[in-house]
C-alpha cells in the first residue's frame, strides 16, 4: 500500500546549498500534508505542513510545494546546515480520516 | 516548549506477556494517537482516541490491542499477549485537534519480544 511514496532513500547536500526532497502520493482525496523530521531515538518532529488549498507554505529556511495535479509535493531547505541531517518523511491525511499515511523517508546528509 | 513523553523507552517481554506501554501527551491536546514503526518500515498508524474512546483504527489494531486514559494526564497501549512480529518502535503523539492540526509525537518505546 505505497499511497505516499519517496522515491530517494538518501541524498547527500553540501552545506549552504539548496536541499529538495520530493515525495509523490496516490490518494487524490489526501488533503493535508506534512513533513516531520526524524533523528535516530528519537520520534518524528513536525516541520512543516500544507493544505491542499495552497500551493506553498514556507517557515524560515523550509518551504513546501505543493502540486496537487501532478500529486507532488517537494520540501526545500535552504540554506542547508549539517544539523539538518536526519530522516524526513512525507505525510499525508484525508479529511474524512484520523491517521496519517507517512512515506518511508529520506535520509539526508548536509556535508559540513 | 510542551512535548509528548513515553515510558519506558526500551521494553524486552517473552512472547505472549502482556506489556503495557505509556503516553503523556500534551496536557491541552484532545486527541491521541499509537503508531509503530517496524524495523526498516513506515510509520504505520495504529489508533486515534477522542472524548474517551476509539475515533479510528487500523487493521493492524486488533483485538490484542487496547488503549485507555486511565486519568487526566495518561495515555496506554496495552498489547495482551505479545508475538514476535509486535517488536517495534512505538509512537504516542498527540494534536489539539483532528483535521488541519499537526501531531506532535512522542520519543517512541522500542519493544522487544523474544
Known amino acids: 500500500d505505497q499511497q505516499v511514496k519517496q522515491n530517494s532513500p538518501s541524498l547527500s547536500v553540501q552545506e549552504g546549498r539548496i536541499s529538495i526532497l520530493n515525495c509523490d502520493y496516490t490518494?487524490?482525496?489526501?488533503?493535508?500534508f506534512l513533513w516531520y523530521k526524524k533523528y535516530p531515538a528519537e520520534g518524528p518532529t513536525f516541520l512543516i505542513s500544507?493544505?491542499?488549498?495552497?500551493d506553498k507554505n514556507e517557515d524560515g529556511r523550509f518551504t513546501v510545494f505543493l502540486n496537487k495535479s501532478a500529486k507532488h509535493l517537494s520540501l526545500h531547505i535552504v540554506p542547508s546546515q549539517p544539523g539538518d541531517s536526519a530522516v524526513y518523511f512525507c505525510?499525508?491525511?484525508?479529511?474524512?480520516?484520523?491517521?496519517?499515511?507517512f512515506g518511508p523517508g529520506t535520509s539526508l546528509s548536509v556535508i559540513p | 516548549e510542551p512535548e509528548v513523553t513515553q515510558t519506558p523507552s526500551h521494553q524486552v517481554t517473552q512472547m505472549g506477556q502482556e506489556v503495557i506501554l505509556r503516553c503523556v501527551p500534551i496536557s491541552n491536546h484532545l486527541y491521541f494517537y499509537w503508531y509503530r514503526q517496524i524495523l526498516g518500515q513506515k510509520v504505520e498508524f495504529l489508533v486515534s482516541?477522542?472524548?474517551?474512546?476509539?475515533?479510528?483504527k487500523s487493521e493492524i489494531f486488533d483485538d490484542q490491542f487496547s488503549v485507555e486514559r486511565p486519568d487526566g494526564s495518561n495515555f496506554t497501549l496495552k498489547i495482551r499477549s505479545t508475538k514476535l512480529e509486535d517488536s517495534a518502535m512505538y509512537f504516542c503523539?498527540?494534536?489539539?485537534?483532528?483535521?488541519?492540526?499537526?501531531?506532535?509525537f512522542g520519543p517512541g518505546t522500542r519493544l522487544t519480544v523474544t
Open positions: 505525510a499525508a491525511s484525508e479529511w474524512a480520516y484520523d491517521k496519517v499515511i
Open positions: 482516541f477522542y472524548n474517551n474512546e476509539i475515533s479510528e
Open positions: 500544507i493544505s491542499s488549498i495552497k
Open positions: 503523539a498527540s494534536s489539539e485537534g483532528r483535521q488541519g492540526y499537526e501531531q506532535y
Open positions: 490518494n487524490s482525496m489526501f488533503d493535508y
